[in-house]
T-cell receptor
């Protein structure tokens, strides 16, 4: 069965610095999608970035980028120039072939002013 | 534009009482719909998945059930709540056919006493 593991329950970063959140997953599929979602204190989940497994190029969205290592089944999120508004719970997610989306347990990110 | 709504936002119920959480999507037709539960330390757990009216897939055995009486309506129910049913319930719809990106509702906080 597919699983998603986020090994860092909490992380802290100084404002304006860079932080990397880790995610590993387990699958036997060759084509799939991976996502990072953000859940701020308001609890509204929003998509941060997505990656198609067949694309070797790492996805980038402004200050957010991923390091996708397909062979290692690793999908980390890098946040550059951290801002106070980045403080949130971050979830890594995997889309299974049957369309079900599986989430990790999340990493709570604190931004230190 | 498409929107998704959940209600009630907050609910406090005694053990053994029934439950009904409702989710409605507007601005799209035949959406794939999901119910997730977010409990402390467990991330987002997929509960139910629906591809159409009357079509429900259950991910884990539990005290809950789901129904889809109309194309854009998804209901989470229980006949008798348990303490372990407490949590934050999120409804989502699959907004992108190809990537599987999910759009989430505002969530429903359930406390069972």
């Amino acid at each position: 069965a597919q699983t998603v593991t986020q090994s860092q329950p909490e992380m802290s970063v100084q404002e304006a610095e860079t932080v990397t959140l880790s995610c590993t997953y387990d699958t036997s599929e060759s084509d799939y999608y991976l996502f990072w979602y953000k859940q701020p204190p308001s609890r509204q989940m929003i998509l941060v970035i997505r990656q198609e497994a067949y694309k070797q190029q790492n996805a980038t969205e402004n200050r957010f980028s991923v390091n996708f290592q397909k062979a290692a089944k690793s999908f980390s999120l890098k946040i550059s120039d951290s801002q106070l508004g980045d403080a949130a719970m971050y979830f890594c997610a995997y889309r299974r072939r049957d369309d079900k989306i599986i989430f990790g347990k999340g990493t709570r990110l604190h931004i230190l002013p | 534009s498409q929107t998704i709504h959940q209600w009630p936002a907050t609910l406090v119920q005694p053990v053994g009482s029934p439950l009904s959480l409702e989710c409605t999507v507007e601005g799209t037709s035949n959406p794939n719909l999901y119910w997730y539960r977010q409990a402390a330390g467990r991330g987002l757990q997929l509960l139910f998945y629906s591809v159409g009216i009357g079509q429900i897939s259950s991910e884990v055995p539990q005290n809950l059930s789901a129904s889809r009486p109309q194309d854009r309506q998804f209901i989470l129910s229980s006949k008798k709540l348990l303490l372990s049913d407490s949590g934050f319930y999120l409804c989502a719809w699959r907004g992108d056919f190809y990537t599987g990106e999910l759009f989430f509702g505002e969530g429903s906080r359930l406390t069972v006493l």
